[in-house]
T-cell receptor, first 115, second 111 residues
Framework: ETGVTQSPTHLIKTRGQQVTLRCSSQ?????VSWYQQALGQGPQFIFQ???????GRGNFPPRFSGLQFPNYSSELNVNALELDDSALYLC??????????????FGPGTRLTVT | DQQVKQNSPSLSVQEGRISILNCDYTNSMFDYFLWYKKYPAEGPTFLIS?????DKNEDGRFTVFLNKSAKHLSLHIVPSQPGDSAVYFC??????????FGQGTTLQVKP
């Protein structure tokens, strides 16, 4: 059973550019959540996808968007990058959509630096 | 407005002793409470959880206690081992599947 994988590991972008981060869910998981972790902080919920539909969103602007594919892999897209978008981006897969009791399994994250 | 707080940024204990990590939350509607451990360059790893209908859950060296009246959660590690040195996050969840994390506590277990 493969775990959650993310690509790329590191990324450097310039302010105003667009970025796409990718996540491959753990086998059998139908739900993926994305989190942003700034330095010294805990992860903050961006949004969740369940069976290819957005299924909950945190306090992030619309320039943060996502997709989930039929094989349950996922993308996070960020447009018009700002310096404050520099962070570790984590995806987590789980079973059960909105059910809170299902464990979320995290990938190693993508470190995004915006200059 | 921080809904989940871990007031101790760091904790240092001797190998073999007990580590106690604490977490406070503000909303009594949360249903599930979880602890994650994070090593550098890795994603958070699920450690242990407890639902709001229980006050204690044990898994080997790890025990989580929930005090709903105080809105307080704690993780006890006994005995502590050097390999337990990591950042520990508490997280809470309602019926939305969204995890709300605390800021983390860095645990150092000294040999």
């Amino acid at each position: 059973e493969t775990g959650v994988t993310q690509s790329p590991t590191h990324l450097i972008k310039t302010r105003g550019q667009q970025v796409t981060l990718r996540c491959s869910s753990q086998s059998g998981h139908n739900t993926v959540s994305w989190y942003q972790q700034a330095l010294g902080q805990g992860p903050q919920f961006i949004f969740q996808y369940y069976r290819e539909e957005e299924n909950g969103r945190g306090n992030f602007p619309p320039r943060f968007s996502g997709l989930q594919f039929p094989n349950y892999s996922s993308e996070l897209n960020v447009n018009a990058l700002e310096l404050d978008d520099s962070a570790l981006y984590l995806c987590a897969s789980s079973l059960g959509g909105l059910a809170g009791e299902y464990e979320q399994y995290f990938g190693p994250g993508t470190r995004l630096t915006v200059t | 407005d921080q809904q989940v707080k871990q007031n101790s940024p760091s904790l240092s204990v001797q190998e073999g002793r007990i580590s106690i990590l604490n977490c406070d939350y503000t909303n009594s509607m949360f249903d599930y409470f979880l602890w994650y451990k994070k090593y550098p360059a890795e994603g958070p790893t699920f450690l242990i959880s407890i639902s709001s209908i229980k006050d204690k859950n044990e898994d080997g060296r790890f025990t989580v206690f929930l005090n709903k009246s105080a809105k307080h959660l704690s993780l006890h590690i006994v005995p502590s081992q050097p390999g337990d040195s990591a950042v520990y996050f508490c997280a809470v969840s309602g019926n939305t599947g969204k995890l709300i994390f605390g800021q983390g506590t860095t645990l150092q277990v000294k040999p």
